[in-house]
């Protein structure tokens, strides 16, 4: 009876241990990533195909955020702050990663991505993925800033910061246009975005590339600051632009409102709508630079970031080298218009067919620059957004602005430690 | 002197109250009597000239109200809910008219001073409503009625926030402050003794028509319908059955007991103190007696009446038959 | 009450006594008070304070205004008036980025419906959203239409407190309809009006998304609020020690100015009539 009893218990011990053994084999590994809506979307058949392919090994599962990009951000950081969030990676837009780094909430991704895989990606995308040498965000997409022109208008897009004041002036003066130039004046992150491209033009850095220190003393940021403020007072721009975000800007160009737009890619699929009133009239370049200065495209982009306490670290991974493989890029080029990010792509005969403006892109890339990477970006840019939107709206003294942002900003730096 | 001619008042096409004739003479009290949504307050409020009638005119002292806004009518009304101002004390709700009507401060103060005495309440003089008890605040509105030293009072309803006892204690009250001065009142009440003790004469009013004018005993003792008979008096009037063509009512006080009267049985019965209200079961239906005699219910009884205490109707038209 | 209430502002206290930011990473290091004297020497703090105190008063004194006109307006009777009660309402019904947006649409210059009025009125363009000076006021009129159909709501419920046998014995005693509204109606309505003030003044002391929608705090920060300001601190720069300092020092200055005014109005009686 006991040997019975022993063989049956042993019995019962191998069809549980068999049963854990079949279902961990054959229970996929769940993937969780948070993404803002629209890129939901964009990646509804990569996500699709993924799962097909690795059927039964892992599941990628897509959480869909809020639309916009301070509602993702707000939802990311409540989620991150209070423990273990529900996902394993999830979309950061360029600004956030070092913020995110700081607060110990990303893993490297050194392991899954080489330095072959950075050298395959165009110039521009492989800025803005690593903090203190260590990869902690693999790009989406690639994003910069454009100058958009009016090709039936003039026949060149303005190359220095006085031909685009004289350019949009003549054009005005004529009965051409309403408005000359529109851009991002409103005071949010895009002013900032703006304002790195305005002072490349005049030779300026944010912050000194060698010391760190800003350099709104300089002679570069004061100029950037008159100019930007002509642009209103002289009428170039209208008023409202210190109003503009994105779509208002988008709105005034399409409607063939405006000679001249600064925006990102994406606006080229609109401009080239049916709805739109400048549809085969438009040049795309990058934005101005005075003689002896280098144009510069600010870098925008989202890009994947692994989480610390992720489970499921490989399988997450996979699924990022996936979702932003040359196929997965190629795809929504193609269908949805996201700027690719694989070198290669920008001489596929394919996607310069559907698009006339892929070089100019390679281009704007190769100029690509990013915002300052310190964990107190956010901070920076809201005293410039401040200090800017009243250089824009209240005629605040330029020189007087740079001073006091110069001196705020010092004052941010020294309190966490950042400048002796 | 206060004369309704012909006065009619419809919401829609419904009317509320039509063709009402009333005289009320000078120092004399009506009391507009009837049930609930009979019409009876929508006539003050026509007097009163917060509402405008459909039909007919309004006379004082021989001068047509038409046409003249209420507050230029001098009336004395007293509301129902009594009307106070919650957020004034007594001494400012007795103001706020004299003020408004431009009153010397002196003068006023005088006035109300009086007034106060003679409503009994210049101790409460700088209470608000809220610390006031029911006959306190209804001793107010009297006193705003007062004041305004109207040619004519309408009293909707005066008593009926207030429980029986303080009725009682408020009727002489009333006749001293203002039933026996000059000026013509209108009473309105649902309640019929109330009516019946402080009225000179009544009108019942039933569906916004009048169905009769009288002095209390008028509508006693002879009253015009079958509804009157029906509302005046207490106990009820009892109808008798299996009468031939007429509709027969006899009231429970002039029923007595008679050995060769009906047979009855006695079914229940109600102390009242100085005699008794006796539930019957005859022939002639179910009957309420009045009766000093001490019986004990499933008793057998005789009781009889005096023909001419019967009160005959018409049954189709429900009016009053005259018999020689 | 002690839980959704009391934990926060425990817990708001002791952070606001501490360092917790991307410098620490994020651990809570004590200060010492630091962030107070931070707090007291923060022109931007103060700048908002006035800012979030002038967008409450002239909101609210706006709105109880509307409101008291339209409340009148909807006690009456008239033909159509369940219709227009029902659609009075629906600004409060409205999520508030939405009606932020749509009104964001409204000052849109030169394509917003306003500008187009102004344009075809022959003006030179409002630029509402562009003016530091001004621009607040973009932010008050959203904020009225949005709440005053709340206050509304209020004050009509008030309104049909009032019997009107009140307004017969008023005229009775020689009393015009006009002067009734200063005699009976707005004595007897104080009490709604008060509690209706200090309700929409700690809501709109709290002011956040309509602001960060229609105007983002700009232009050059004229119209950012104390709680926006808290939220920028928190959520953008991760500096949570100093967001609890603005938060709680902004609910300091409100429960003094609500604990102020509820005073006064305890002593000089004008909540009394809601007691009968």
Redesign the interface.
Known sequence: MPLMRRLLLMLMGLLLAGSIGWSSVHRPEQVTILMPAPFVDATADQVKRFNAENNGRIALKVIRGPRDTESISDLAISSLLLGTPPFDALLVDVTWLPKYVAADWLQPLDPWFDSDDIESLVAGAQLGNSVDGALYRWPFGADVGLLYWRKDLMPEPPQTAEELIQIAQNLRAEGKVKEGFVWQGRQYEGLSCNFVEFLSAFGGTWLDPETGQPTFDSEAARLTAHWMQQLITQGTSPLAVSNYSEPETLQAFKSGDAALMRNWPYAWAELQSESSAVKGSVGVSTMVAQPGASPAATLGSWGFSLLRGSLHQQATAEAIRALTSPDAQRDRFLRQGYTPTHAALFHDPELLEASPVLPQLEEALSIAEPRPITPLYAQMSDLLQRQLSGLLTEKRDPDQAMDQLQGATLTLLRSAGGVS | MLKLHTLGKRYGSRWILRDLNLEVLTGECVALLGPSGCGKSTAL?LI???EHPDEGGIELDGRSLDGIP????R?G?V???Y?L???LSVRDNLD??LK??GMAPAKRREQIDAVLSTVQLVNEADR???QLSGGQRQRVALG?ALL?NPSVYLLDEPMSNLDAQLRDELRPQLRRLILQGPQPVLYVTHDQQEAMALADRIAVLRNGRIEQIGTPQELYLKPATRFVAGFIGRPQINWLKKTNGACIGIRPEHLRPDENGDRCRLIGREWLGANQLLLLEGAAGQLQMLCSADLQPGENLGVSWSPQDEHHFDPISEKRLSRS | MAMVFGWPMLRYSWLSMHASSVLTGLEPVSNQGANWIRLLEDARFWQDAVQTSRFAALSVGLEIVLALAMALLLDQRWRGRGVVRALSLLPWALPTTMMALGWRWIFNTPYGPLEQMAQSAGLSPLNLLSNPDWTWLATVMADVWKTTPFITLLLLAGLQTI?D??Y?????????TR?ALT??TL??LTPYILIGILFRTAQAAGVFDLIQVLTGGGPAGSTESIAQYAYLNAMRFLDFGYSATVMLAGFVLLSLVIFTVAVLLQISGLL??L??
């Open positions: 409020r009163a000239g917060l209420a507050e230029r009518r009336i009304m509301f129902q809910s009307a101002f919650p957020h706020l008219g408004i009507r608000r409503p809220e705003r305004r | 019997p046998d009140l017969s014995a008023f005229r009775l005693e020689g009393g015009k002067q005699a009976i004595p007897l009394r009539p007691k009968s």
